[in-house]
């Protein structure tokens, strides 16, 4: 069909991207992508499978009604899918920093120590600072690296953006596991978007009478022609 071929493509593709990964957070959102794509396809059959009994008027009716429906639906996944991506982010994000063991210090002792680490390191020119990290990143030490990824850049001395790549190797290599499901998270609340976007267009469409004309005209060409592609086939 027209509006649900491309959703499926994308539930297909998402799908086979979580194949063999037990991820909780992006399987549910991959289940709301399955909701939509379930109800694009019902819109276009309510569209295209008229009943001879239904004058213009009333078949219209009937496909602006489940385009408003199709509307609520995206309203209600979208909600769904936001309170799955907070609560697997907050609780991936906890989990990350646990074993990162880049929590922020609470005691006095640790606070000041970590202060001192910066003030040694700040002390260094520009290439030293940044090899103090790398090694830091290597050896995994994460008390030096929390004192850093913690603090403000101006605090530490160091480029925000070199920072951000000395953190991103850590994590990766201390918690692959987690990272991954994070980023398949993110991956596939974008994929879960565009789906809704799609989704809400064809809401849209549904009530507008010459879109749903344009609609059912293009989808019996589409049929006429593969009919006719059959039949010279086959002769």
Same mark, same amino acid.
Do not use: C, W
């Given at each position: 069909?027209?509006?649900?071929?491309?959703?499926?493509?994308?539930?297909? =593709?998402?799908?086979?991207? #979580?194949?063999? @990964?037990?991820?909780?957070? +992006?399987?549910?959102?991959?289940?709301? $992508?399955? /909701?939509?794509?379930?109800?694009?396809?019902?819109?276009?059959?309510?569209?295209?499978?008229?009943?001879?009994?239904?004058?213009?008027?009333?078949?219209?009716?009937?496909?602006?009604?489940?385009?408003?429906?199709?509307?609520?639906?995206?309203?209600?996944?979208?909600?769904?899918?936001?309170?799955?991506?907070?609560?697997?982010?907050? =609780?991936?994000?906890?989990? #990350?920093?646990? @074993?990162?063991?880049?929590? +922020?210090?609470?005691?006095?002792?640790? $606070?000041? /120590?970590?202060?001192?680490?910066?003030?040694?390191?700040?002390?260094?020119?520009?290439?030293?600072?940044?090899?103090?990290?790398?090694?830091?990143?290597?050896?995994?030490?994460?008390?030096?690296?929390?004192?850093?990824?913690?603090?403000?850049?101006?605090?530490?001395?160091?480029?925000?953006?070199?920072?951000?790549?000395?953190?991103?190797?850590?994590?990766?290599?201390?918690?692959?596991?987690?990272?991954?499901?994070?980023?398949?998270?993110?991956?596939?609340?974008?994929?879960?978007?565009?789906?809704?976007?799609?989704?809400?267009?064809?809401?849209?469409?549904?009530?507008?009478?010459?879109?749903?004309?344009?609609?059912?005209?293009?989808?019996?060409?589409?049929?006429?022609?593969?009919?006719?592609?059959?039949?010279?086939?086959?002769?």
């Amino acid at each position: 069909m027209k509006y649900s071929r491309p959703i499926k493509a994308i539930l297909e =593709r998402e799908i086979a991207r #979580l194949e063999g @990964r037990n991820y909780d957070g +992006p399987t549910r959102v991959i289940g709301e $992508i399955g /909701r939509l794509h379930s109800a694009v396809q019902s819109l276009e059959g309510v569209a295209l499978n008229r009943n001879p009994a239904d004058n213009d008027a009333l078949h219209m009716k009937k496909t602006h009604d489940a385009g408003v429906k199709l509307q609520k639906a995206v309203e209600a996944t979208r909600q769904r899918a936001n309170d799955i991506l907070n609560g697997h982010t907050a =609780r991936l994000s906890e989990t #990350l920093l646990e @074993r990162a063991g880049l929590k +922020p210090p609470e005691s006095l002792p640790d $606070i000041m /120590r970590q202060s001192e680490f910066r003030a040694v390191v700040r002390s260094m020119d520009a290439e030293d600072r940044r090899e103090v990290m790398r090694v830091a990143v290597k050896e995994k030490k994460s008390e030096i690296l929390s004192a850093f990824f913690n603090a403000d850049p101006l605090v530490t001395g160091m480029d925000p953006k070199f920072m951000r790549e000395m953190r991103t190797s850590y994590e990766h290599a201390v918690a692959p596991d987690v990272v991954g499901e994070l980023e398949t998270l993110i991956e596939t609340d974008s994929a879960l978007n565009a789906v809704a976007r799609s989704a809400e267009k064809v809401a849209k469409d549904s009530q507008d009478e010459r879109a749903v004309e344009a609609f059912i005209r293009a989808q019996e060409a589409a049929e006429q022609a593969n009919q006719s592609f059959s039949s010279a086939i086959q002769e």
